[in-house]
């Protein structure tokens, strides 16, 4: 998800992948906590608690990226952005 949301404005579908990884990921962890409710431990909830929540996080903020990617797409005639120039110009 970070991978895709990092790079934004390079893929235009970057944003699309990036919530289906990350929703993929946080619907395995909801299953989990499911689950370990069934069989409760205090370690097991917490740490798929917790992973819900930061896969579901990730997920919208996917989200956001790929409704930004669609309201402004990269431009075409410049695969690189200008930070990418600056950084390379300093190397």
């Known amino acids: 998800s970070a991978v895709g949301i990092a790079m934004q404005h390079e893929r235009p579908k970057s944003g699309r992948t990036a919530m289906g990884l990350s929703g993929a990921t946080g619907s395995f962890f909801a299953a989990y906590l499911v689950f370990s409710v069934l069989n409760p431990a205090v370690g097991r909830l917490a740490v798929a608690g917790v992973m819900t929540l930061v896969w579901i996080t990730l997920f919208l903020l996917a989200g956001h990226s790929a409704e930004q990617l669609k309201r402004f797409p ?5 695969p690189w952005s200008r930070r990418d120039e600056d950084d390379l110009q300093k190397t």
């Open 74 to 78: 990269p431009s075409a005639d410049m």
